[in-house]
């Protein structure tokens, strides 16, 4: 017969002889409770030992400049002033002309990331494959 539950743990207090005699007490504790904290701890530091490893793996890699690089990749002249008219219905012809489909409203913005995502995204992808 279980008198009584405590609260926040896994204890029953069972009467094994009667509410009379001396209970008997269970404890459910799971004993791996600290095997828990101790997994989490080591996933902890995997994670950043291993944001660490591709810091130290990418530092070693030249930092590019995205338009000159989508100019010799596309062969496209995009005009160096973004804000004008000029570059965004340059950008809204590249797009004509490779069928990147861009939906409205047709910012200089999202031109321009589009045909970037066009043009490096199979780069990317072929570059990830070989990890």
Same mark, same amino acid.
């Given at each position: 017969m ?6 926040g743990?896994?204890?029953i ?8 005699k ?5 404890d ?11 997994i ?15 810091g130290?793996?990418?530092n ?14 596309a062969?496209l002249?995009?005009?160096k002033d973004?804000?004008s008219? #000029? ?5 809204k ?7 990147i489909?861009?939906?409205p409203? #047709? ?15 199979p ?9």
């Open positions: 279980v008198k009584e539950l405590t609260k743990s896994y204890k207090k069972y009467h094994a002889n009667g509410i009379d001396e209970p008997i007490e269970i459910f504790t799971p004993p791996f409770r600290c095997m828990v904290y101790i989490w701890s080591l996933i902890t530091i995997i994670v950043i030992f291993y944001f660490w490893m591709i130290l793996v990418f070693c890699y030249r930092r590019i400049d995205m338009i000159e690089e989508l100019e010799k990749m062969g002249s995009i005009p973004l804000l008219e #000029e570059a965004n219905q340059y950008l012809d590249a797009c004509l002309k490779y069928e489909k861009c939906p409203p #047709e910012t200089t913005a999202r031109l321009l990331d589009k045909v970037i995502s066009f043009f490096s995204l780069f990317l992808y072929y570059y990830l494959l070989c990890f």
